[in-house]
């Protein structure tokens, strides 16, 4: 971490802002809901403010995307308690076409499954999926070695495949 | 190719970090190995779903960034006048004016009453009686010390909560 003074802060605002579209994104692909995801964003914001007072990251994309994937999945356990039983509900394979609902529906169970792994796990694969860094930048991101960084990859993919199996249609 | 090696290219496979050759090579190799071929389509199929509910995300305007709007200010609800009035920053002021009004008017009363009933003070008269004078240095005491025992505060919040310490104090 580069320890800043207080007139260096000021550009926090700045730094910020341009990557405000992709703390949205990474939020609203997890809550699926544009209000969540404002209300996500502005969260992160004010973490973010908080945070470069004290130290700025090394890496504000990297600790954006992490604090953004934590904060929204955090309002999505607070939006709606874990009921497995109520979602039981058989959902159309992924390559049949969805409506808005069972869009929303299978965007709820895959933020969910994201939810239940790890940190880092779920850190590299937002990363991987939504941000399009290969392996050896996330590990350099991370301050992980690569073969941890494929690991928490499969890991993460796994679980929400585990979470995903039996709404798709047979 | 063996199993254990088609296992440490899998993150890359998925991760789409294969070149040609080595894709093709590992593709040959699952024809060979139904367990790790059917592993590996259940991942993708996941990657597939988690794909197909993705779609560019665009933080809506004009939300730039900045903090949310003050939950107290009911303008930002569309409040009508009357209730600016009532509960806007209007009414703050007032409520400090007030204070400070009646704080000082305490004063006034409590320095009268200190020079006694029926006595009255000529208006070539400067310079207050001895005992009044004390009173005087008592309360410009107080209020000194409890202004600068508030560090950080605002100008106006420290005046005010000096007077009211002040008035407290025996």
Do not use: C
């Amino acid at each position: 971490m580069t320890l800043v003074t207080a007139s260096e802060s000021t550009d926090a605002v700045g730094v910020f802002k341009r990557h405000r579209q992709d703390v949205y994104g990474w939020a609203y692909r997890l809550l699926g809901r544009h209000h969540d995801a404002q209300d996500a964003s502005q969260d992160v914001f004010l973490r973010w403010l908080l945070q470069s007072r004290r130290t700025v990251p090394d890496n504000p994309r990297g600790w954006l995307r992490q604090v953004t994937v934590n904060r929204a999945i955090d309002l999505l356990r607070a939006r709606r308690p874990a009921d497995p039983a109520a979602d039981a509900a058989m959902l159309p394979a992924p390559s049949a076409e969805l409506d808005e609902t069972e869009r929303h529906e299978l965007r709820r169970d895959i933020a969910n499954a994201i939810g239940s792994v790890t940190q880092a796990q779920r850190g590299v694969l937002i990363a991987k999926m939504y941000d399009g860094l290969t392996f050896a930048q996330i590990a350099a991101e991370m301050e992980l070695a690569i073969p941890t960084v494929k690991t928490h990859y499969l890991r993460a993919l796994t679980a929400v495949r585990d979470a995903l199996a039996g709404r798709w249609a047979p | 190719m063996t199993h254990d090696q088609a296992q440490e290219m899998l993150a890359d496979y998925l991760g789409g970090e294969l070149d040609e050759s080595q894709k093709q090579q590992f593709e040959a190799y699952l024809t060979g190995d139904p367990a790790l071929a059917a592993e590996v389509d259940s991942l993708r199929r996941t990657l597939a779903a988690m794909r197909a509910i993705d779609e560019p995300v665009t933080a809506p305007v004009p939300w730039d960034g900045t903090p949310p709007a003050r939950t107290d200010d009911p303008r930002a609800s569309g409040a009508d006048d009357r209730t600016v009035w009532k509960h806007g920053r209007m009414a703050v002021l007032l409520r400090y004016a007030a204070i400070i009004v009646f704080a000082f008017g305490a004063g006034f009363l409590a320095n009268a009453g200190a020079r006694g009933p029926g006595v009255t003070t000529p208006s070539s008269v400067v310079e207050p009686a001895p005992k009044n004078q004390d009173r005087a240095r008592q309360w410009e005491t107080r209020i000194a010390v409890a202004y600068a025992k508030q560090p950080g505060r605002s100008g106006l919040a420290r005046s005010l909560v000096a007077l009211a310490r002040a008035a407290r104090e025996p």
